[in-house]
């Protein structure tokens, strides 16, 4: 783990906040004090790997439970934040 990563857990809320995009998981990485090289050698994933996740082009949940891991959140953080959110249920309103 690298020297300047920070020990303490990130908030809820900013966990919450990764979307289908994943833009928010470059800046938790950053927060936590970790390169990309740093978070692939952590995680075992490829810096591209990564690169593709943090740009949204592929994440499996495999992966994300992995990166999750390496960055001290919750093992279903980054699926759960992922995962398509239901159509709400109820009467039509026309």
Not at 11 to 26: F, K, Q, V
Not at 27 to 45: F, H, P, W
Not at 48 to 74: H, Q, T, V, Y
Not at 87 to 94: D, K, S
Request: glycine share 8%.
């Amino acid at each position: 783990m690298p020297n300047n990563a920070k020990s303490h857990a990130l908030s809820e809320p900013l966990a919450g906040e990764i979307g289908p995009n994943y833009t928010t998981l470059r800046a938790m990485r950053e927060t936590r004090g970790y390169s990309v090289e740093e978070l692939s050698l952590t995680c075992g994933l490829s810096v591209g790997e990564i690169e593709d996740i943090e740009n949204g082009r592929a994440a499996d949940a495999s992966k994300l439970r992995r990166i999750a891991s390496a960055l001290r959140l919750p093992q279903d953080a980054l699926i759960v934040a992922a995962a398509p959110k239901p159509a709400p249920q109820g009467r039509p309103l026309a």
